[in-house]
């Protein structure tokens, strides 16, 4: 987040700090969007083959990590 700010995230099992998230401002929500329409225009001239490819890898990577995602969760 632009002004660094995180707070802990509790483990559900232990109640332990599991990790930090990142405490996102207005301006943290503009910059992410203003990237998105940065970049719309390039992933709308990818062919859907490469689009499918990208999120299969995601895909692939969030299965990987199905415990630790579930546990962040």
Request: no cysteine.
């Amino acid at each position: 987040p632009a002004r660094g700010q995180y707070f802990e995230n509790p483990s559900p099992v232990n109640g332990l700090p599991f990790t930090e998230i990142a405490r996102g401002t207005a301006d943290d929500v503009e910059r992410a969007l203003d990237a998105a329409h940065e970049a719309a225009p390039g992933w709308g001239r990818t062919s859907v083959t490469e689009r499918s490819d990208i999120l299969l890898k995601i895909a692939d990577r969030m299965e990987a990590n199905l415990e630790r995602l579930a546990v962040a969760e």
